[in-house]
């Protein structure tokens, strides 16, 4: 069975930094590609980051560019898929359930939250002003 967890999220002042990270469990070998999408009260969910895994190209949704980077862990002896994603200069829009999801088949249009597969439970963030 696949596990999808995110660590846990905070409350984090404007401007600040915070770094989440997912962990994938449960699947043997490599997933196509792993995202973090958001959701704000009353707003629909929104399209972060994401990564291929094979190749680590990157995608990022307008509110994330120039801000937030999203990476993997290539040690080679991790046995989870995991993913980080850095958040720098945030501000208090960022507040949201941050989600990582997992695209098991390849390729995909990792932007839509159609091409994914597996989700974890979501992390809050509050950014503070």
């Known amino acids: 069975q696949v596990h999808v967890a995110e660590s846990v999220g905070r409350l984090v002042q404007a401007g600040g930094s915070l770094r989440l990270s997912c962990a994938v469990s449960?699947?043997?070998?490599?997933?196509?590609?792993m995202g973090w999408f958001r959701q704000a009260p009353g707003k629909d969910r929104e399209f972060i980051a994401a990564?291929?895994?094979?190749?680590?190209?990157?995608?990022?949704?307008?509110s994330a560019k120039g801000r937030f980077t999203i990476s993997r862990d290539n040690a080679r002896d991790n046995p989870k898929n995991t993913v980080y994603l850095q958040m720098n200069s945030l501000k208090s829009e960022d507040t949201a359930v941050y989600y990582c999801?997992?695209?098991?088949?390849?390729?995909?249009?990792?932007?839509?939250?159609?091409?994914?597969?597996?989700w974890g439970q979501g992390t809050q963030v509050t950014v503070s002003s």
């Open positions: 999801a997992v695209a098991v088949r390849g390729p995909n249009n990792l932007v839509s939250a159609k091409s994914y597969d597996y």
């Open positions: 449960g699947r043997p070998g490599s997933s196509y590609g």
């Open positions: 990564i291929e895994w094979s190749s680590e190209t990157t995608y990022y949704g307008d």
